[in-house]
């Protein structure tokens, strides 16, 4: 999975629906990640003092640079980006991280948030490929804490909820809601609520009648994802995925490839964020962590190319060297290698010539 590759199918992806560009500095002022550290994946950020006495910063994020340089509420920006960001790595020591993502901000109706759920869609449909290996989470915070105070629970308690239920610890969830003073009705809808996932046609329906049994509304989560399962198969509803809830309001979206550790696209809705930033508009994004599928094509990698042009004493130089450029041209990576090499290479299937042409022989 080349990753220039990818970054430009989905810059095509995005310019074909409109969204622009957005190119920024590698430095930003370090106030504008001082003033928003819980908003950050992490709030550890590279700063320095430029020669002109002002404190910069390596930008640990894209979207609160989008953010600060974006207009009012009149109208919609649609921008997209493929930027390196600055973080905290697995190790401990700070890592360049690309990501590839779209923001879309300003007046953003049910209409405008369904072209995003089915962009990320697309965009995982793009890194999966045809393999079937991607699937879209899409959840909604606003659903899961008006349910929460449905049933009671304080409003400086209703994160702590999510923590658990987050990891489908159902158990958990339950003796935590009972502490809370949650009655067991209470506690069954809830724990129903988190459980519910599958395709919109299995989910909604669920989904609703519970909502209806706690007098909440979830008309625009409905709507929204009625009209996205015709277009987007991969799409699921998963409402324990309520994601990062400093940075979310809204719809949350989380996207998954087979073979990966953890999820390679995050995103949803920032209305929290824009109020901060004293924006009067909506906001709603996803970003890609590209850094993560060049980590899962190492791993999957078992080859040495994906295929070998086997020769032998008899074949013309010109056919074999033919063959392989041929097949490289197509995308994949090819060996040249003779036949009494060929059981020592590691490739996914071989070519033989045969009268000057190419020929599969095993996959």
């Known amino acids: 999975m080349d990753i ?103 007046s953003i109706d049910e209409t405008a948030i369904a072209e995003v759920i089915t962009l990320a869609a697309d965009s995982l449909a793009i890194l999966g490929g045809s393999t079937g290996a991607a699937a879209l989470d899409v959840s909604h915070l606003g659903i899961v804490l008006r349910a929460l105070e449905a049933v009671g629970v304080p409003e400086g308690d209703r ?20 502490s809370l003073g949650v009655d067991e009705d209470g506690r069954s809808l809830i724990t129903s609520l988190f459980s519910v996932e599958g395709s919109p046609d299995d989910a909604l329906p669920e989904i609703a009648r519970i909502c209806r049994a706690l007098h909440v509304d979830d008309g625009e989560f ?81 080859c040495d190319a994906d295929c070998a042009v086997v020769y032998g004493d008899g074949d013309g130089i010109g056919d074999v060297l033919a063959a392989a450029r041929a097949l490289r041209e197509g995308g994949e990576r090819v060996l040249i290698c003779r036949e009494c090499d060929a059981d020592s290479v590691r490739v996914r299937r071989t070519v033989r010539i045969k009268n000057g042409k190419a020929v599969s022989t095993s996959c």
């Open 4 to 106: 220039s590759a990818v970054t430009s199918s989905l810059s095509a992806l995005y310019e074909s629906c409109g969204y622009s560009q957005y190119k920024m500095e590698k430095f930003e002022e370090y106030d504008l990640y001082a003033k928003n550290k819980d908003f950050l994946a992490s709030t550890a950020v590279i700063a320095f003092t430029d020669t002109d006495g002002r404190l910069k910063a390596l930008k640990p994020d894209v979207t609160l640079s989008i953010v600060r340089h974006s207009g009012g509420a009149v109208g919609r920006s649609r921008l997209y980006y493929a930027e390196n960001v600055y973080r905290i790595g697995s190790s401990g020591t700070y890592s360049e991280i690309p990501q590839v993502g779209l923001e879309t901000i300003g």
């Open 159 to 178: 994160y702590r909820v999510l923590e658990p239920a987050g990891k489908k610890n159902m158990h958990e969830t339950w003796e935590l809601l009972s």
């Open 222 to 302: 409905a709507r929204v994802m009625s009209a996205i399962g015709k277009f987007s198969p991969d799409v699921r509803i998963d409402l324990s995925s309520v994601g990062d809830t400093r940075y979310y309001n809204g719809f949350v979206l989380r996207g998954y490839l087979r073979g990966a550790a953890s999820a390679v696209l995050y995103g949803g809705q920032y209305d929290g964020l824009m109020r901060r930033m004293k924006k009067q508009a909506s906001g709603l994004g996803f970003a890609v962590y590209t850094d993560l599928l060049e980590s899962l094509r190492r791993s999957g990698e078992r």
